[in-house]
């Protein structure tokens, strides 16, 4: 792993575009200020200059037809990864992207199908403006069609984003901001994909486990070191994907301890977590020592930046939780 | 407006159409009609679910059709144009069996390029940019033709659609079948606009208002339009004025919502009856001739009903094909289930 | 009760909307063919002719105009109630609802709140065209600052919209159109309002708690019937509001028997069924003798109606499920 | 495109601007420049979030806010607005708080006909349309000003909001500020339009062009907009060509996408240089004047930065305000959790 280059999950990110728009001269990257100026946070930088205006391309204002010319572009055999700017603005786009995307390859009876990518940042702890933080993965679980992937980590960015890129079906890749640059790792040089519905187990400890996914990961491990100063020992699991999602994995984790504790960075209520608590006490219903706890943002509005601490789960409320489930 | 034939059935100068294809177009009129009939009555017998006719909008739908090349072109429509779908390539008993509930037998074919029906209202325009988009990237020859409602020029997707295909000028033919109702929403209440094709300018491209109820003039500005974007030019929109005659579908009754001196003022438009004094005029038609297509078409229609009827029905395995390439695990757990529940007992 | 007129649920809603518009005349009614036509299930017929065309508006074919310019009207002194004509076509509007209608009290810092009631049928069992029985109100529920509430009887039809156009924040209220004539009952007269987050025991039994909404109700009261012959006593719970959620009334009904199904027409997967699971395993773990099973529709797209009773919940399922519940 | 005021200071025919409104004008423009500083400086120093300056679009913003009335009419704005907010009755104090993140501190006070800042482009736009719709319901004289950009001119909420505000024949005006980029994307890869002010026609009501760097044609073309909107005439579209003197907010770096030469060209019809020369050559305005009031000015704002700082912060309580009118049980439950939490252990 060593001779493996360290990137940033932004880097990870922009070298697998490099690589697969090198490797499939179909795929093309569209969405608001992508071309010329590399996306708002320079994710698509130097992408134009290399594969010219056709293949990377600014499009107007407008979310819905990002994402519909996308299923058109699909169809007459172009590879999409549309870009929209921030998760938030999904929501213009909400009836193109369940309604539409998800549900072409079924409408048409297998003879349309839309690979298409629709990558888009999210989550809170950088203090950005109303909108842009909002973490609504869990509206498009209920899409059936769609796929939602979420790396936490440089190595999966790359190779869910390249295996997200080559699903024929439409993936909605979610990228954490707010790790963008700050997380590093090694990274597998050349063709690295990583399968959907595999969950990883990025931390092994006996008497709890805690389920997040995308930057909640690393708030886990936080609260994982910490509570292993207090002598109790903490798994963590990475989701990695939410749909399809790893149930065999989950249930595996979990059944070790018998006690886990869900945690992401989207309000409680009609969170993922419900999911993935109402999967766990079906399947793993005899092993289960405790409650499964969730430790969610707020059900409020997402407040001003100054604010946002607390609004989003904290290494605090994880430790805390993980404490009185071990305790239970 | 463009207006070509008169309701008379006399043309104003030459007929951009050859006889055959007024012939060919008059036919597939009035098949389309002859459709309408059969699937209304269907519908009350209960063995179809809703049906919504083209009664009153057939030079409209068959007029662009026919300026297509299907080995060439595309067609996305919305939900009222299987007249334009069966001129490109649908075979009839698919038709049916979109009505008659049998979504497997009315996949569109492979090689057909025609998209299917959409009933989210606007939302096929933004695919049809794409897709026209994509043919400009693949330097493939061909335009995209794109069916919608002047109710659907009023969603948001029509707007980003079309300034969408203006920026990247691509090969699009935008069709606004202007049929003055939206279910019971009549035109002034759509829009205060005096004419919808005006929003072209808006967009960087021309537009056109055309009398959507006269073959030929249809016939002429779509092929124009084909040509333009053939040739680079970008996109168009062509407003084919005509009239919604029948119901919106089987579940509405017009007669809620408007008189029937309208309807009947608009029969006098009718767009088939000037085709067929057009063609009897020039010697192309005849009254015996109609009689022996009429009687063709019966049996057509008698044919792909019965096929539809043959098959067998798609089970719960069905609604678990094409949801994805590959079932998950939780996917294929539900399926096994459904199957299970299915099974007699 | 027997004084009081048997009434079905459209009825119910009509009558409603009579009486609010007659009693407030803010009150206003809009959407697509609401006024001539009386909407495509009729349930403003009549409107228009009494209270004219300025208060009871046919608007043009747009959905994210008719719930953003309610918000305008509502801080303009009016109390919109539009209707989306299935709630399938409240994708166009998403962007609308959440984000604008729903945050505006606290963007504004309460300086303007979003009276707005938004009507929309859903459901399936009628054989409706795509989209039209789409059943996505678990997405509404990631969306701090809006209500949702969804009637399963005429008396609770009128009380909750009452309720509704008088609540100061926005509503979304959900209208089961298969039972829109099928269920009638007695409804009373005059101003019958009933508290959002109130959840109703709509039969007693002491075995199992089948907890539903919405049409799913009926279903389960149907299932209870079967169930009884076997001798197994079903309560039903009727959650008649999602948010606000009665979490007291939920955990109530299943320390009862410590058994629950949960049943609903949304897909499984994410839906709001998964909320009702967690918050129980939450709050009544140590009740719980049986894992609570959830019965909903397929994770695939909606098929067309003649496959529906395959993707739909089934009594028999609901049954099965209650059974194996009750046998764990 | 309508213009007045030449670069020069020289006016075609009379000033449709008193002395005063002029002087007020100046004022204000050149307020808004001091704000653009300070907030720029101070978000440097990591007191401010995020700031996008108003650089270059003040005659545009401050014309069209000058032709309305704060007690009769209404503004909704996008998010580069500030001047025309504060015009219309914001104080500095509140806007500060803004963006100094004081969100309570920030609200539009009660009485103030102005709603917030929205984030969300074009997403302001039907709700405008509302809010013009429910004065003509109330028979409330007065009109509802909405701002946005060239780029929210692409979103469909704009299209929406445009055709039901034709329909119902609102009192509403339509500032399209076009500053020709929405952050890096230039006009022309927004749309192909020759002019966005064309989309007008299709909504059937008037739209005009207008130097939007011109304060005097600015303020007649929105005078006559709002007459016509209080005669009951219904909505017009303004499309105000200017240019984004500065960056699009202070995280973005506009050299990565265009070239100085465009800006050097751009400042030279800085908009508030013409209004400059106008006044002092009619003698409204001396150096002296200009002296004393940014003497003023930079006092005003001392003072308004110091009170903000001098608030306390919002804490944990007030994500739980205002969220709904009553707080359900599992937010009382969520809201004693966080001020736990909170408390300094
Ligand atoms: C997004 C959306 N909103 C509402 C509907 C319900 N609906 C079905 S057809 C129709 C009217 C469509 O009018 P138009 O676009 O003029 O087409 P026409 O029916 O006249 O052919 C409506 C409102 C829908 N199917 N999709
Ligand atoms: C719906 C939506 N999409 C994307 C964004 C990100 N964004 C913020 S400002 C902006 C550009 C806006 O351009 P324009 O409307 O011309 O206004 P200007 O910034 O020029 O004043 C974009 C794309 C957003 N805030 N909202
Ligand atoms: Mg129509
Ligand atoms: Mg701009």
């Known amino acids: 792993m060593s001779s493996e280059p360290e990137l940033s999950i932004l880097e990870a990110i922009r070298s697998a575009l490099f690589d697969e728009m090198g490797r499939d001269e179909r795929v093309m990257v569209l969405g608001m200020d992508v071309g010329q100026l590399g996306g708002v946070f320079r994710v698509t930088r130097g992408l134009m200059e290399r594969f010219g205006p056709e293949r990377v391309v600014d499009t107007p204002l407008a979310e819905g037809s990002i994402v519909g010319a996308s299923l058109g572009l699909a169809i007459g055999g172009m590879v999409p990864v549309a870009e929209i700017q921030f998760l938030g603005f999904t929501h213009q786009a909400f009836h193109q992207i369940g309604p539409q995307l998800g549900r072409y390859r079924f409408r048409s009876r297998g003879r349309f199908n839309a690979q298409v990518t629709i990558r888009a940042p999210f989550g809170g702890g950088v203090r950005t403006p109303e909108f842009h933080p909002d973490a609504i993965e869990a509206q498009f679980a209920q899409e059936p069609g769609v796929k939602i992937v979420c790396p936490a980590f440089p190595d999966d960015a790359k190779g869910l984003l390249l295996e997200a890129i080559r699903d024929p079906d439409p993936v909605l890749y979610l990228e954490p901001q707010r790790l963008y640059r700050v997380i590093r790792g090694p990274v597998p040089a050349g063709d690295h994909t990583v399968p959907f519905g595999s969950s990883r187990l990025v931390r092994e400890g006996k008497d709890v486990v805690l389920i997040a996914w995308s930057a909640a990961v690393h708030m886990c491990l936080a609260a994982a070191d910490q509570l292993a100063q207090e002598g109790v020992a903490a798994s963590v699991l990475d989701l990695r994907t939410l749909i399809p999602l790893d149930v065999a994995g989950l249930i595996a984790a979990v059944e070790k301890s018998g006690k886990a504790v869900v945690v992401h960075e989207a309000p409680l209520t009609g969170g993922f977590g419900a999911e993935i608590v109402a999967t766990i006490q079906q399947e793993a219903f005899g092993s289960l020592d405790a409650p499964i706890r969730r430790v969610a943002a707020r059900d409020t509005p997402y407040p001003p930046g100054s604010l946002e601490d607390y609004f989003l789960p904290t290494v605090a409320r994880v430790v805390a939780a993980a404490r009185a489930t071990v305790e239970y | ?345």
Chains 1, 3 share one sequence.
């Open chain 2, 1 to 345: 407006m463009q207006e070509l034939l008169g309701v008379d059935g006399t043309v104003r100068g030459p007929s951009p159409m050859s006889p055959d294809q007024v012939v060919a177009a008059l036919r597939l009129m009035l098949l389309s009609r002859a459709v309408d009939d059969r699937l209304i009555k269907l519908q009350r017998m209960g063995r179809v679910g809703v049906y919504g006719p083209v009664h009153g909008q057939e030079a409209a739908v068959i007029g662009s059709a026919m300026a297509l090349d299907p080995q060439r072109d595309w067609i996305v429509p919305a939900s009222r144009e299987h007249p334009a779908m069966l001129r490109h390539g649908l075979p009839l008993k698919n038709m049916f069996a979109t009505y008659m509930g049998n979504f497997d037998a009315a996949a569109v074919p492979a090689g057909v390029r025609l998209l299917p029906r959409q009933q989210s209202i606007g939302a096929q325009l933004p695919h049809a940019a794409g897709l026209a988009w994509a043919l400009k990237l693949r330097r493939t020859p061909g335009v995209v033709a794109v069916y919608f409602g002047e109710g659907a020029s009023s969603e948001g997707d029509f707007h980003e659609a079309s300034n969408l295909a203006g920026v990247m000028r691509v090969p699009l033919v935008m069709l606004l079948i202007n049929n003055h109702y939206a279910i019971s929403t009549p035109l002034h209440r759509q829009t205060a606009a005096a004419q919808l094709a005006a929003r072209a300018e808006g967009y960087g491209f021309p537009g056109f208002v055309v009398d959507g109820n006269d073959l030929l003039a249809v016939y002429a500005v779509t092929a124009d339009a084909v040509s333009r974007a053939l040739a680079g030019d970008g996109p168009t929109l062509i407003e084919c004025l005509t009239y919604r005659m029948g119901f919106h579908n089987t579940s509405d009754n017009p007669k809620e919502y408007r008189d029937s001196a309208e309807v009947d003022e608009a029969s006098q438009r009718d767009p088939i009856e000037r085709v067929r004094r057009f063609a009897i005029r020039e010697g192309m038609w005849s009254v015996a001739q109609e009689a022996a297509a009429l009687e063709e078409i019966r049996s057509e229609i008698e044919t792909a009903q019965r096929q539809v009827e043959e098959l067998p029905r798609p089970g719960a395995a069905a609604i678990f094909e094409h949801v994805y390439e590959t079932l998950s695990p939780r996917l294929q757990q539900q399926r096994a289930e459904a199957l299970d529940e299915a099974r007699p007992r």
